[in-house]
């Protein structure tokens, strides 16, 4: 004869199914969200946040700065404003040097 299992029994399978299935699904999310990113990282890397257009690394005291190909406006990653000015105060005129390297 087999025993009906009793309703604690049941809530302890229940709960372990529950907590099995919320992990799968949360491993799941992560990972969608994991390709959405990579996919907008695709997407975006290398064009202008402004006008869409390529951007075109460009050299400034071995400082690489990105200028876009359209609007021709300056990008500048994390460190760099801090390198350019470094890079600047061993200059005179630091600001007229570095808007010539931007101008056609």
């Known amino acids: 004869m087999i025993d009906k299992p009793s309703d604690r029994e049941e809530e302890f399978f229940a709960r372990q199914e529950f907590e099995r299935r ?8 992560k990972k969608m969200m994991e390709e959405e990113k990579k996919k907008l990282k695709e997407l975006h890397h ?7 257009m ?3 690394e460009i050299d400034y005291k071995g400082i690489k700065i990105d200028k876009c ?5 300056i990008w500048l990653d994390a460190g760099e404003l801090e390198a350019v000015v470094e890079a600047g105060h061993k200059d005179k ?12």
């Open 46 to 52: 290398m064009h202008c946040p402004k006008c869409g």
């Open 22 to 29: 919320k992990k799968t699904e949360e491993e799941k999310r």
């Open 69 to 73: 190909s359209g609007c021709e406006g």
């Open 54 to 56: 390529n951007l075109i």
């Open 93 to 104: 005129g630091f600001l007229d040097k570095m808007f010539t390297v931007f101008k056609k």
